[in-house]
């Protein structure tokens, strides 16, 4: 049967899929069904210290890199879970960390690293502008010691699940900036007070079981503390939480690739049709192999991604192109994993289709792949801009 080699993140890997083993396909399938959030999964991972692996030592975490978060994520996909329910707090703690205060980062970081808080949601995007995030509407507007809110954000996930978000926000309008990504500033918002306070969550019924919402901020007021970094800087500065998403979505979707992979090559050896396996077939074959080469050659770009995050260098293109390889190589693995399973593919009792639906969101979100093909032509391959 079809297994990887052991890699330089061996101990990640093992220590992440003992908690992993003790969350079998019933208990994910049982939570998918009920439409419900993986809390004992999540808090079996942050006991263990896993969801505080990018929280510096010295704030009591375990001062990981992206690469060995990454490797977090796709074992949690590798094993049958999904890490939509989790991710939030891997993609979000660098911006904390690099663009936080010292003071924000001594008041949020141990609770974080200890389990107390959870820093699980980004709203970023709205209802009205969509991908075009610098035309966002929502303003947050100075007064006094306050930052006034309104607006209204879509699609902001784990934000019942969560005590901490951030919050993109515009603070000067577009007409009085020179480039249209000034003028936008982030803050890091404290759910159960905002809730209380001008900000209402609205759940959005969707296809897979992820806990996303409508929020709708009716002059939601933040104290000036909430601002992280400069004001005006906040698209710069959630552009690394959005490269670090790209590249954990990547080793996410790798990780639903080799689960795929593991699953279809098992039974097309084992399921005998016309009198001999079906995985016998080339026309069988060749499905699984395609996408067995897309996912080795995205991995790799996946890990170029993370070391250049980690060396703090640029990776806008790495962190996007692996997105893209990944949930392509991730999306075929599934097709053929479900194609070559027939009806059984459709039984909710194999997992496949629900790993089926959970991989398909990574062609639209974070970013969509469309998005990422335009970057690349305009920003890497220097054709003319189009927006
Ligand atoms: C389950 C789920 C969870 C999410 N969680 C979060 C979250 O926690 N926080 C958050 O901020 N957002 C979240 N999102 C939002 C997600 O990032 C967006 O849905 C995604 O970026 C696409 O934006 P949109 O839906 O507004 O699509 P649009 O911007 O309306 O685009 C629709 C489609 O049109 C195409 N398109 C648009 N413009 C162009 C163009 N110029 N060229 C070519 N094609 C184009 C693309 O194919 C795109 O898929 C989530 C979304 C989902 C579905």
Sequence with gaps: MFQRVADQYQDIRDGVRSI????????????????????????????????????????????????????????????????????????????????????????????????????????????????????????????GD????????????????????????????????????????????????????????KPIQNMVNHETNELFFDDLELPLESLIGEEGKGFQYILTGLNAERTLIA????????????RVTKYVSEREVFGRPIGQNQGVQFPIAEAYIELEAANLMRFKACQLFDAGKPCGAEANMAKYLAAKASWE?????????????????YDVERKFRETRLYQVAPIST??????????????????
């Design 251 to 262: 080793a996410e979707c790798i990780g639903d690739g080799y689960w795929f992979m593991e």
């Design 20 to 143: 992993c083993a003790e969350f079998p396909d019933e208990y994910h399938r049982r939570i998918d069904t009920e439409r419900g959030y993986p809390e004992e999964f999540v808090d079996a991972l942050t006991k263990a210290g896993w969801m505080a692996a990018l929280v510096p030592e010295k704030y009591g975490g375990s001062g990981l890199g992206l690469c060995e978060a990454s490797v977090i994520m796709e074992e949690i996909n590798r094993s049958g879970g999904n890490s939509g329910a989790c991710h939030g707090q891997m993609y979000n703690m660098n911006t904390l960390v690099r663009h936080g205060s010292e003071q924000q980062r001594q008041t949020y970081l141990p609770k974080i690293a200890s389990g107390e808080l959870r820093l699980q949601s980004m709203a970023v995007t709205e209802p009205t502008t969509g991908t075009d995030t610098t035309k966002i509407k929502t303003t947050a507007l100075k007064k």
């Design 333 to 349: 693995a599934a097709n053929a994993c479900l194609q070559f399973h027939g009806g059984f593919g459709f039984a909710s009792e």
């Design 146 to 201: 306050r930052y006034v809110i309104q607006g209204q954000k879509v699609w902001i996930s784990r934000v019942q699940h969560s005590d901490l978000m951030i919050l993109l926000a515009r603070t000067t309008p577009l007409a009085d900036v020179q480039k249209k990504s000034q003028g936008l500033s982030i803050f890091l918002v404290d759910i159960k007070e905002a809730t209380k306070n001008g900000m209402s969550v």
């Design 370 to 387: 469309n998005l990422i093909l335009s970057y690349v032509a305009e920003h890497i391959l220097g054709l003319p801009r189009s927006f």
